[in-house]
């Protein structure tokens, strides 16, 4: 009869959206790849139904579960109820797991933290530690992951800088591991043949044009702020005659009305749907530079050498900008349209953004969260804290 300790540990990865599953894709198939220690389930909640949907068929991972919870025009509090309850039940009745592993600050991931808070499970949170500063900006993702932090038994914060952030907040030393962003991990694991899967990309006059790659999705942006890059957008290809902006829109309807609505037919920009993750990756590495408001694209810009304007005024990745990849120039048009020309005329300029170190890690970020996951199951210290007995009924 195995001991407890030995059976295999059954590790729940719950997932809702686009970037949730590039990140968290690495860490799947390290675990999988230990199934004799480790049984992984994935569970989707289907927050961005599509998108996940394609970035799960660019890792050729499938959810054991997908709960299915997106409604057109969902509010945030409407998905968070669902998903809090929806994963409450998946745990307790169903699932049942060990451990619970999120990644980020979606709402995704506050409903399942609190879900398995409730069902007195332990949580591991990856990309754990960013902080603006602002509870505001990123909105609602810093409250988010702050709230993440205060149930989260095992953090494993990307950089030093996250670690101390959550040293600041008194979140015990034992408890965090700097293990790098597993985004570098999924970069590396992806095909990297310069070639597009999707033909419109390969047709696309390349040799003729400098390619801008721009994404915009954040809800603090939505508005005025939205109009505000997209005018700094005809400006730059109105200065700019060679430059194509290269837009894959994201599929919330609120940024698709604004976007279509602003720069349908401005010759220059051409807005297209979201891309695989290899094809945006190969957009990137064949831009000039980078205009976004995504996470995931200012931590991918180091990594391929890209220098990555950021259309917000406060960011929870400072490291982008210290490293050199990285400036911050919120909405304004005239700073947009102004730091823009000045990269794409200015070689020095240029070179002085593109020379940095990556400050996400190594690569290895994955297979070290499952090293210390192995490590904290051997020893027993899932919990960071005494556990209340869950058994009976808490009210
Ligand atoms: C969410 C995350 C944000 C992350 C972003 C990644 C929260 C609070 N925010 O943004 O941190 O940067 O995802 O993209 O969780 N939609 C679809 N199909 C899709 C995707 C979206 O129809 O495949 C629709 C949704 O139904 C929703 C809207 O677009 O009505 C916005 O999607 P949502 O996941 O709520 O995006 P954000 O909250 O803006
Ligand atoms: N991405 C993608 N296809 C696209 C746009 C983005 O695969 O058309 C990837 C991008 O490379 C990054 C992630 O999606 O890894 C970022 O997702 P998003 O910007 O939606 O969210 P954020 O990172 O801001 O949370």
């Known amino acids: 009869m195995p001991s407890p300790k030995d ?18 894709a690495p860490v799947i198939e390290e675990l999988r790849r230990r199934s004799d220690r480790f049984e992984t389930i994935v569970i989707t909640t289907s927050q961005q139904r599509e998108m996940l949907a394609q970035a799960l068929h660019a890792f ?45 600050d979606t709402s995704t991931v506050i409903a399942a933290a609190l879900a398995a808070f409730y069902n007195g499970i332990p949580i591991g ?22 709230m993440a932090s205060c149930v989260t038994d095992i953090h494993f914060a990307p950089t030093t800088r996250a670690r101390d952030n959550l ?20 970069l590396a694991s992806i095909r990297h043949d310069g070639v597009f899967d999707d033909k419109t990309l390969s047709n696309f006059g390349w040799d003729t044009k400098r390619v801008v790659l721009a994404t915009v999705h954040r809800r603090e942006n939505l508005g005025q702020n939205l109009r505000n890059v997209c005018a700094a957008f005809r400006r730059i290809v109105e200065l700019h005659p060679h430059v194509e902006i290269l837009i894959p829109v994201h599929l919330n309807p609120h940024v698709r ?29 064949r831009s000039t530079l980078v205009l976004t408001d995504s996470g995931g694209i ?10 990555v304007l950021i259309l917000r005024t406060v960011t929870e990745r400072p ?27 200015d070689p020095i ?47």
């Not at 579960?65 to 994963?87: P, S």
């Not at 040293?167 to 570098?184: D, F, M, Q």
């Open 167 to 186: 040293l600041a907040e008194r979140v015990p030393g034992e408890h965090i591991y700097v293990t790098g962003n597993t985004i570098v991990d999924a």
């Open 349 to 395: 300029a240029y070179r002085t953004m593109t020379e940095g170190k990556n400050p996400f890690g190594d690569g290895t970020a994955a297979r070290q969260i499952a090293d210390i996951l192995t490590e904290r199951f051997r020893i027993g210290r899932l919990f960071a804290a005494q556990m209340v007995d869950t058994t009976v009924p808490q009210h």
């Open 125 to 146: 949170h990856i990309e754990a530690g960013l902080r603006s500063g602002d509870s505001r900006r990123p909105f609602p993702e810093e409250v988010n992951r702050r």
């Open 257 to 285: 009305e604004i976007l279509h609505g602003e720069l349908r037919d401005v010759r220059g920009i051409s807005m297209i749907e979201p891309l695989e993750y290899p094809d945006l990756i190969e957009v990137m590495r």
């Open 319 to 345: 490291e982008v900008i210290e490293s050199g990849f990285g400036r911050l120039v919120g909405t304004d048009r005239d700073l947009i349209v102004g730091e823009a020309s000045r990269l794409l005329t």
């Open 298 to 307: 200012q931590e991918e810009a180091p990594a391929m050498h890209k220098p």
């Open 60 to 104: 050729h991972l499938k959810p054991d579960y997908d709960l299915g919870l997106t409604h057109e025009n969902q509010t945030l509090a409407g998905f968070t109820a669902r998903a809090l309850i929806a994963l409450t039940e998946s745990f307790r009745d169903v699932v049942k797991p060990d451990l619970l592993l999120v990644q980020g």
């Open 7 to 24: 059976r295999k540990h059954r590790i729940a990865v719950v997932l809702g959206t686009r970037p949730e599953a590039i990140k968290m």
